[in-house]
């Protein structure tokens, strides 16, 4: 009788279960680069939300007479053309219809350097919880040398 030459039946078993070992582990490997990915992602909208609002802060400021009012919690800002309110909050800050999720730790408004609680301001400072990238921020009225002249 002639020998035929072929795996055997164990030696099939063995490469089926060493196989369905290594798709397994690369299953887990997958779903842990797809958690990575969700958590780079997430990072990244709370890095362009605190963008954003670094953004609105420093034209607002720039364009608007702002006030602040302790009590309410509330930045009040108005020229001519109008007006815009934010409202901070715990883990929300709304700027009119708008709003932005972050926690904010630290918020300090200033006037001429002096930190200020309650009327007019020139600065903000926001610090913001440790699970962001950038944790502070620190925005100012820009001032010519006509506004001091004029003082």
């Known amino acids: 009788m002639k020998k035929i030459k072929a795996f055997t039946l164990s030696e099939l078993l063995v490469v089926i279960i060493i196989s369905s070992i290594v798709v397994s582990l690369s299953f887990l490997a997958l779903q842990n680069v797809q958690s990575q990915v969700r958590n780079i992602i997430t990072t990244f909208e709370k890095q362009q939300e605190i963008n954003r609002l670094e953004r609105w802060?420093?034209?607002d400021l720039n364009q608007y007479a702002c006030e602040y009012d302790e009590g309410r919690k509330a930045l009040?800002?108005?020229n001519?053309?109008?007006e815009i309110e934010y409202l901070f909050g715990k883990e929300i800050i709304k700027r009119n219809q708008d709003s932005v999720v972050l926690t904010v730790t630290k918020l300090q408004f200033y006037l001429d350097?002096?930190?200020v609680e309650k009327g007019k301001i020139d600065a903000?400072?926001?610090n913001f919880a440790n699970i962001y990238s950038q944790r502070q921020f620190?925005?100012?009225k820009r001032k010519d040398?006509?506004?001091y002249l004029n003082q």
């Open 138 to 140: 620190f925005v100012y």
């Open 145 to 147: 040398a006509s506004f």
């Open 113 to 115: 350097g002096s930190t």
């Open 80 to 82: 001519s053309k109008g």
């Open 124 to 126: 903000v400072e926001m």
């Open 76 to 78: 009040s800002l108005k």
């Open 57 to 59: 802060l420093q034209q």
